[in-house]
Structures are given as C-alpha cells and as structure tokens.
C-alpha cells in the first residue's frame, strides 16, 4: 500500500483532507479565485472520497490483524496476550472515529460543491461539473455519456468554472 507521510496520523487524530480554501471567506477588495484555485477547491470532495476509502481499507487491515492475533493467542500465556489485542481493537475504535468525523467532512463538502454547481444557470455546465467533481468521471467518459467531443467538455468546464468564479466570488 502507498501511504501519503503523515497520512496515518491524519486519519487516527481526524483531520480530514483537501485545501482549505473557502470561497466564501473572500472579502470586498481581495482578489477572486483563480481558476486553480477554484480547480482544486471542486476537487476537494473526491479528494475527500479516497481519504474516506483509505480509513476504511485501514480499518479492514486493523480488523484482520485483530482476528489472526486472536485466533494465535490461543497457544500463548494469559499474561502476554492481554496487552495485543486490546491495543488493536483500541486501534479499530480510534480509526471507527477518524472515519465518521471523515464520512460527515465528506458530505458537508459534497453539499457546498454541489450548491456552487447549482447556482450555474447552464444546464450543461451543470451537468459537467457534477460528472467531474461529484462523480468523478474523466473528461472522455463525460464526453462519451453526453455525446460531446472531449474538447467541447473542456471548453464547457473552462466556462462553467469561470462562471462558478464570477457568482461565487461577488
């Protein structure tokens, strides 16, 4: 498995993951969002996502751990095998925890995308961005599903998040 640095860590203290930014914090005077910026705002929920993923698998290895030590402590003394095992269930429940408090960031992200998306008075561009940033499809898979060429989905994006820039940011 890769692992990011410090990634177990995030997960077991609750972090959740993505940038901080907040299109909403923008006061009269500072300067709007770029387009990457906005970029990498939108990409925050699947970022979100395979964090999520990432708990779970964590969770799954924990578990399996926790059910092999249990099955191997039959043979071994009392007095060893007190400490191993509750010290991975104590493990399971931390990241049981780190994964609700991430399941809840989750959707709160989700929601705040999918009202900027919302607010966009072209359907098309609605539609592109939900593909991308909500499902998460690729730009030849929104082209093929909605009979586009991949350069008019891209056209389409570029404006839709320009859009999205100009409405959010005012």
Not at 7 to 29: D, E, M, N, T
Not at 53 to 73: D, F, G, N, P, V
Not at 103 to 116: D, G, K, P, T, V
Request: net charge positive; charged share 30%; proline share 2%.
């Amino acid at each position: 498995r890769s692992r990011r640095p410090g990634h177990q860590l995030r997960a077991v203290c609750g972090l959740g993951v993505g940038p901080a930014l907040k299109i909403h914090s923008r006061k009269k005077g500072e300067q709007k969002m770029t387009y990457e910026e906005k970029v990498r705002w939108m990409q925050r929920y699947q970022e979100s996502l395979r964090f999520e993923k990432e708990l779970t698998e964590e969770i799954y290895q924990l578990r399996t751990r926790a059910y092999y030590t249990s099955k191997s402590l039959i043979d071994i003394p009392k007095s060893t095998s007190t400490t191993i095992l509750p010290s991975i269930v104590e493990e399971i429940a931390k990241y049981q925890q780190a994964l609700q408090e991430q399941i809840r960031q989750c959707n709160a992200i989700r929601l705040e995308i999918i009202s900027a998306i919302q607010q966009l008075s072209n359907i098309q561009e609605q539609e592109v961005l939900r593909r991308r940033y909500i499902l998460g499809q690729k730009c030849h898979e929104i082209s093929e599903s909605m009979h586009f060429s991949e350069k008019w989905i891209y056209i389409i994006h570029q404006r839709a998040i320009n859009s999205i820039i100009e409405n959010r940011s005012s």
